[in-house]
């Protein structure tokens, strides 16, 4: 990927960066900072709010249709605790990636979508020890699950990427 000029912050870049995320659910995030500690646990790929709430961090591939690498959404999706569990009893299995795939809610916000994507349905894919989890939108007519089935353009990857690093 070539570098680009920045149409919010009129910098030029070196290159599109092809992978953006969130560092914690939603719901973690709404929490003020003097009371996570006693309401949950957050790791790099695990999240328990409440002994209530589960969350696990996938990913949400978008296909470039004018590039030769997709764009990917780290994101992170709220699971049933009987799915959690279950997810987290094989997280260094071998042969995991064999197991159903899991529903769930996406919670991240992700930005440049005028629509939320908080709460939308996804389907979780296992993958092989050391790769994480494959997120599926369900399909429906919002933008984010056109995108992953359909694609996106180059241009619309640095649009994203603009609103991401600015938001």
């Known amino acids: 990927m070539t570098g680009f000029i920045c149409n919010t912050c009129g910098k030029y870049h070196d290159q599109i960066p092809l992978c953006f995320g969130s560092n914690a659910p939603a719901l973690w995030l709404a929490i003020p900072d003097s009371e996570r500690e006693q309401r ?6 695990q999240c328990i709010v409440d002994d209530r ?14 590039g030769s690498e997709p764009f990917v959404w780290l994101a992170w999706v709220s ?3 009987e799915n959690f569990v279950q997810a987290y009893k094989l997280w260094n299995t071998e042969g995991r990636e064999k197991e159903p795939p899991y529903f769930g809610w996406l919670q991240s916000a992700l930005p440049s979508y005028e629509v939320s994507t908080l709460s939308l349905k996804v389907w979780v894919h296992t ?5 994480r989890p494959l997120i599926e939108v369900e399909p429906t007519d919002h933008p984010l699950s056109q995108e ?15 609103v991401a690093w600015h938001s």
């Open 79 to 81: 699971l049933s605790q």
């Open 53 to 66: 709430y589960f969350f696990i961090l996938g990913r949400i591939v978008l296909p470039i249709v004018d």
């Open 127 to 131: 993958q092989p020890i050391g790769e």
């Open 40 to 45: 949950g646990e957050l790791s790099s790929e």
């Open 148 to 162: 992953q089935r359909h694609g996106i353009t180059l241009a619309r990857a640095q649009q994203i990427v603009e």
